[in-house]
């Protein structure tokens, strides 16, 4: 609960939304663990082969057919989706100009594309041999200040590694429900954190913090005009106010 005092709550979450971060959660789950064998169970029966966001974009709107379950994972998938990135390895699984890998996919911040490039081009067909950066491929597409971002990008010593899936608001890349939370609520908690840090530290009774201060930020203190929007009050100010 103490999480949340410092986006202006109390700990109680919008059930809607809480709902839909929980969906996120199980999805999350689906993703990685992809040698559980409830999901090889999903998979085989439903048909889903290759990368499982992209099946849940696809399939956003579910089919008749589909149980509730299945139903329930995949839009939490097509939701968990728009807060994922890629994290390179050897550069096999990730599209180069529309994958988010680089912050916004690269197509996004470079449009329009050049006629001569190939947006099916995965990352690996940048990548030499000997497992760095080809610059000199780079810089024939790119802007100089966007390839140079491209050569900063640091690639795995090990050729091995496959791309993998990483949640891009969290410092370590895995998916945690309180950052789901930030972005379901259009919320990245700078703002309000800074109020409510300087809020607490205040030399006030507690009561005063916890109740008082909390309501008027919230607007929920029971003014008359509150009153008034609810049809308890006649007039949205008092007599003495004028």
């Known amino acids: 609960m ?30 990685t663990e992809s040698s ?20 849940a974009k696809a399939h956003a709107n579910g089919r008749p057919s589909w149980s509730h379950a299945w139903k329930g994972l995949v839009y939490g998938l097509a939701n968990l989706a728009g ?14 100009w529309t994958d988010a890998w680089l912050g916004n996919p690269i197509a996004e911040e470079y449009s329009p594309l050049p006629p001569i490039v190939d947006v099916q081009a995965r990352v690996c067909d940048f990548i ?8 000199e491929l780079l810089f024939a597409p790119l802007p100089a200040p966007l390839a140079v971002k491209v050569l900063g ?34 919320l990245d908690g700078k703002e309000q954190e800074g109020f409510f840090t300087l809020l607490w530290k ?23 005009l509150l009153r008034f929007s609810r049809g308890v009050s006649s007039a949205p100010c008092w007599s003495i106010c004028g």
Not at 206 to 223: G, M, N, Y
């Open 128 to 135: 030499l041999e000997n497992g760095t950066w080809n610059a």
């Open 2 to 31: 103490g999480d949340w005092v410092c986006y202006g709550g109390l700990g109680i979450r919008m059930m809607a939304n809480h709902n839909n971060v929980l969906l996120q959660k199980t999805a999350w789950r689906f993703l």
């Open 202 to 224: 205040l030399p006030l009774p507690s009561r005063w913090i916890d109740f008082f201060l909390w309501l008027a930020w919230k607007e929920r203190l029971v003014t008359n």
């Open 83 to 96: 807060g994922m990135a890629k994290r390179i390895g050897n550069g096999h699984m990730t599209q180069f």
């Open 36 to 55: 559980s064998l409830w999901v090889q169970v999903f998979k085989v029966a439903y048909g889903v082969s290759g990368d499982v966001l992209e099946f």
């Open 153 to 186: 990008y640091p690639l795995p010593r090990v050729s091995t590694m496959v791309d993998e899936y990483i949640w891009r608001y969290s410092p370590d890349g895995v998916f945690s429900t309180g950052s789901a939370y930030k972005v379901l609520m259009g």
